[in-house]
């Protein structure tokens, strides 16, 4: 018996805020790779450079299963301070940079100019046969504009990743001041 | 920080990096570290010589040193030590942490490391040993600032033991070694983030109990987390199964938590484990596991594991509940304070077990018993490799014993025939199935139990394997007995080359095996050989009367299968239990694939 595994591929965005310190990175790759688990995309930065935290944005997919060993599997990694499920938790912003250049002549450069303004992408850089577009939007909306770019010219892209955020006024990764000292159900 | 020892200004007595290394290996009571030296780690043995604090084992290969820890860490209950130097020393240790964080055994690996300057430069004898050991480590560390090294020591020490335990390394470049750095006591750990949950969630505590008291045909499931937690949970389980009256089974890591003597104990359970523990898990219906986790050894085929039972699962490691099998109670926990809880509230609620039910159980489960799936008939002149291990076991019973073995068929047949009535006295390699494991392992016990009778259950393929450490055993005078069973094969892949490949025995015969006596000899200890079953008791007799380490050289028959067995891919209830039974089906392509 035990519970009904749902064995449908899910797609999650998970928050970790992790010790900033040598390896951490590699720590968490190599937890992905070793146990067979996807990564569509991972981000890091240093988000309490006091405290020397950084936060990493996953986004993985998997059985309901698959994702919570690797909420479990990252939460047992000793420099790992938090990890929280940003799809599951509530509502969330998922947000991702990037810029794509957009080579082509004539017309075209007119409908790129027109296309991007109508996704509110930036053109900052020019020469008389491209653009190099900045557009920040969910992952969603940049795979749209690449597809339209693609059809009116050759492009080259490079995108950053997605970084994510829950709504709403609740703090729930704490940076600052934030030793969860008498909770003693952290890691494993 | 401890305010009675420590006063304001917390005294940072200065040292060397290498100085540091020591005094935070006595101040974490460390009494004995098994190593091997080498250029980087010069400074170290430099400061080992002149303190003469800490008692160092010379071990004959840095493999050995990480058994040798393995075994003393896991029949004493502390952390064992490991001192490596760079390169070759660290990476001739990775198969030891590798087999320490398969079987959650607490070490600390100190490892030498080219000067910080040259990191990178493929300077001489340099590894990214961190880099190496990452997946084979719970955590590990590069020493890059002598600043930081006592909070590091200490914290390795915590992180190794905390929770589920594990090896940890540290990497210390050399120029760190030397430098002169501030020496911080043992105090709160520096980490704030690794305080693994040990206290259950007293709701899932009552429901399991609730779910316990509800059972008609349960079965306690009990693994490793039951000795890692300490004797306590063992004592506690007893307890347990005592006032609750159910069968209990065990995993080969579990073996000594509950005393084999008790007949509820119903044997090891798994791919060798006995008719009755096997068909008590597939027909239960309530299962309890505490400190185990599911492992593939264990359940057979996934999709009928016990299909019908509503499984509780207490671990220390939230990562082990639901990864293999998905359960309905999970209570995280140390297993010690969980069974702690669950006996109080079985108390409280005035629980009681339900009689007529497990009366019938209990019949269900004596008429599998009655199997004697064990049996086997010594007769003739050739020993059989059954006969010779469970004649040791009766010959030692009741004595004050500790067993490693090495990995095969000797293995389960040490696992099947021996009875254990505590922890720690069972030292095998369960996760990594690491041949060579058991002398070392041996070595390791026998320095920590200087007058216990400490023998390593072998097979002659494995015991070449880290056949080196005889020589430690020389040296330091440790009457460690090899008990070689020697069936002239790599018997387990035989048997499964029989069963599984057709009998196409590629490469699995061990020829020129070397003459263990005089092996023995050459090594400074005693060489002992059973030809036929006459000699047999008296060989072990023997054996066990010297007083140095010896060599029992036990000639047993060479193409005997290891049963109970169930075939890889296979269900519970589809055990082999002899020769003479046929395996229903050819093996499924699915079972094939599986190790
Ligand atoms: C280091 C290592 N290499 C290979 C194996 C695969 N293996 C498992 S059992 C075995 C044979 C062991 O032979 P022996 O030590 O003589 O034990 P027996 O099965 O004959 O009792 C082998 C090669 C292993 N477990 N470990
Ligand atoms: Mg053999």
Not at chain 2, 17 to 26: D, E, F, P, S, T
Not at chain 2, 196 to 219: F, H, K, M, W
Not at chain 2, 355 to 376: G, M, T
Not at chain 2, 443 to 468: K, T
Request: with cysteine; aromatic share 6%; net charge negative.
């Amino acid at each position: 018996m035990g519970q009904q595994e749902d064995a449908r591929e899910q797609r999650r965005t998970i928050a970790v805020l992790v010790d900033n310190e040598p390896g951490v990175l590699a720590r968490v790759i190599g937890l992905f790779s070793g146990r067979g688990y996807n990564i569509e995309s991972l981000t890091v930065s240093e988000v309490d450079p006091v405290a020397g935290f950084s936060r990493i944005t996953i986004v993985t997919s998997g059985t309901s299963m698959v994702i919570e060993q690797i909420k479990a599997q990252l939460a047992r990694l000793v420099p790992v301070h938090e990890v929280h499920d940003l799809s599951t938790e509530g509502p969330h912003i998922e947000r991702e940079l990037a810029l794509i250049k957009v080579a082509n002549r004539g017309d075209a450069r007119i409908e790129a100019l027109r296309i991007a303004d109508m996704f509110r992408a930036r053109a900052i850089d020019s020469t008389l046969e491209s653009f190099v577009f900045e557009l920040t939007g969910n992952p969603g909306k940049i795979n749209a504009f690449v597809g339209l770019m693609e059809a009116i010219g050759t492009t080259e892209v490079c995108r950053g990743g997605v970084v994510a955020i829950s709504r709403g006024s609740n703090i729930s990764m704490v940076t600052v001041d934030g030793d969860p000292e008498d909770d003693p159900t952290q890691a494993g | 920080m401890t305010s009675a020892t420590q006063p304001d200004t917390e005294p940072q007595t200065r040292m060397t990096g290498a100085a540091i290394v020591l005094k935070a290996l006595q101040d974490q009571g460390v009494d004995v570290v098994f190593g091997y030296p080498g250029g980087a780690v010069l400074p170290i043995y430099d400061e080992l010589f002149t303190t003469n604090a800490v008692r160092h084992i010379l071990v004959r290969h840095e493999q050995g040193a990480v058994h040798a820890a393995e075994g003393y860490a896991r029949s004493t209950g502390k952390v064992g030590v490991v001192l490596v130097t760079s390169g070759p020393g660290a990476t001739n240790a990775v198969t030891g942490l590798t087999d320490a964080l398969m079987d959650s055994i607490p070490i600390v690996c100190l490892t030498g490391q080219v000067p910080t300057h040259l990191i990178g430069n493929d300077a001489f004898q340099e590894a990214d040993t961190t880099g190496i050991t990452r997946p084979c480590t719970k955590h590990n560390y590069l020493v890059k600032s002598v600043d930081h090294l006592s909070d590091i020591m200490h914290e390795a020490f915590h992180v190794a033991a905390r929770g589920r335990p594990g090896p940890v390394v540290i990497d210390l470049p050399k120029d760190v070694l030397f430098a002169d750095g501030p020496y911080r006591a043992p105090s709160a750990p520096r980490r704030t983030t690794y305080r693994p949950r040990t206290v259950p969630d007293q709701d899932a505590v009552e429901q399991a109990v609730d779910l316990i008291a509800s059972a008609e045909r349960p079965v306690f499931y009990g693994g490793g987390g039951l000795i890692n937690s300490g004797p306590e949970a063992s004592r506690l389980l007893t307890e347990f199964v005592q006032m609750t009256g159910y069968p209990t089974t065990l995993t080969l890591m579990g073996l000594g938590a509950f005393p084999a003597s008790d007949r509820r104990f119903l044997g090891m359970l798994g791919m060798h484990g006995t008719y009755e523990a096997n068909l008590a898990m597939y027909n239960c219906d309530v299962m309890i596991n505490i400190g185990a986790r599911f492992d593939d050894r264990v359940t057979g085929r996934i999709s009928d594991f016990s299909p019908r039972s509503r499984k509780i699962h207490v671990d220390i490691d939230p990562s082990s509940i639901n990864k293999n099998v998905p359960v309905d109670v999970p209570v995280i926990g140390d297993a010690a304070t969980v069974l702690a809880r669950m006996i109080e509230t079985w108390k409280r609620k005035g629980c009681r077990p339900r009689q007529d039910a497990l009366a019938r159980w209990w019949e269900q489960i004596d008429s599998w018993r009655a199997r004697d799936c064990l049996a086997y008939s010594q007769d003739g002149s050739v020993i059989k490799p059954q006969h010779a291990i469970r004649r040791l076991f009766e010959k030692i019973r009741g004595r004050d014993f500790y067993i490693t073995t090495e990995v095969g068929q000797h293995q389960m047949w040490a696992a099947q025939y021996f009875e254990f009535e505590e922890p720690n006295r069972w030292m095998t390699s369960g996760g990594l199935g690491t041949m060579g494991y058991g002398l070392p392992a041996a070595l390791g016990v026998q320095v920590a139990h200087p007058d216990a009778l400490v023998i390593d259950v072998a097979g002659e393929a494995s015991f070449l394997m880290n056949i080196q450490e005889l020589s430690t055993l020389c040296q330091y005078g440790l009457p460690v007995k090899a008990f070689i069973v020697n069936n002239q094969w790599m018997g387990m892949v035989r048997q499964w080359q029989e069963l599984i490949h057709g009998g196409r025995y590629s490469e699995s015969y061990t020829a020129s095996l070397p003459d263990f006596v005089k092996l023995a000899e050459s090594f400074g200890g005693v060489g002992l050989i059973a030809r036929t079953a006459d000699d047999l008791d008296d060989v072990i007799d023997e054996m066990l009367a010297v007083d140095r380490f010896v060599l029992a050289d036990i000639r047993v028959s060479k193409e005997e299968n290891c049963f109970p067995m169930i075939p890889s891919g296979a269900a519970h209830n589809e055990m082999l239990l002899g020769q003479d039974d046929r395996m229903e089906h050819e093996t499924s392509d699915d079972g094939m694939v599986l190790v």
